[in-house]
């Protein structure tokens, strides 16, 4: 197997990290919205066949509905699941098997696990716990439960894209619950630098727009 690469772009977001600036944090973080329209525009023919709505679309839908409906029902249905794997496959790698396995799940078992997840998450602050909750859907490993529950709690969890994993841990890139720990650690650490006003997600949605910037 040929050795991990960074992804195109990681060098910026590399430069990011070790800055500690306020202000450059928040031009990045300023940007993410520039990302998303840029990504929406140069998705592959794998990823656009995938869903007949549009990145953009699905993205609003993340971060409008699907946010506050996981804190208000405390589940996950499976049809959601199916969106935000559209979202994650069209936001970063496109992988080809992950959809498959997604769907392999019944509504009931995604509603069941996702239960309790969130109440792991919401009621006993157990984030590991509900990780390792969530990875026992089939498709779900750490990345696919590590966005579930950054959309539910942007403050506690921060979501493992290969960019900023890249920048925050380096290579090799690894899709483990020791290398998300660590990743949550350092991501938790540079919030809080930054000010109060950052969350997990921030920081991340920062990184990934300036790599994603320095690629095009």
């Known amino acids: ?80 699941l199916i969106r935000l794997m559209v979202w994650k496959l069209q ?30 998450l919401f009621d006993e602050s157990d ?5 390792k909750t969530l990875t026992e859907l089939s498709g779900v490993g750490p990345a696919t439960a590590s966005l579930i529950l950054s959309i539910a709690s942007p403050d506690k969890v921060p979501f493992m894209s290969d960019e900023a994993m890249d920048a925050v841990v380096g290579l090799p890139r690894k899709y483990t619950m020791p290398q998300f720990e660590k990743f949550r650690e350092l991501v938790s ?3 809080k630098k930054l000010g109060s006003d950052w969350t997990l997600v921030m920081v991340e949605n920062a990184l990934f727009a300036t790599a994603v910037l320095a690629r095009y």
């Open 91 to 120: 936001r970063g790698q496109f992988r080809a098997t992950l959809m498959g396995l997604i769907k392999r799940n019944s509504d009931k078992t995604v509603r069941d696990v996702s239960s309790k997840a969130l109440k792991q």
């Open 1 to 80: 197997m040929a050795p991990d690469k960074l992804r195109p772009g990681v060098e910026a977001a590399i430069k990011l990290w070790k800055s500690n600036t306020a202000s450059t944090w928040e031009d990045g973080l300023n940007s993410y919205s520039d990302c998303k329209s840029i990504l929406s525009e140069t998705l592959s023919n794998a990823q656009s066949k995938i869903s007949k709505e549009s990145f953009l679309k699905t993205d609003s839908w993340l971060e409008k509905t699907l946010a506050k409906s996981l804190k208000s029902d405390g589940e996950m249905t499976l049809d959601q």
């Open 189 to 191: 650490k540079k919030a």
């Open 127 to 131: 984030v590991t716990g509900a990780m």
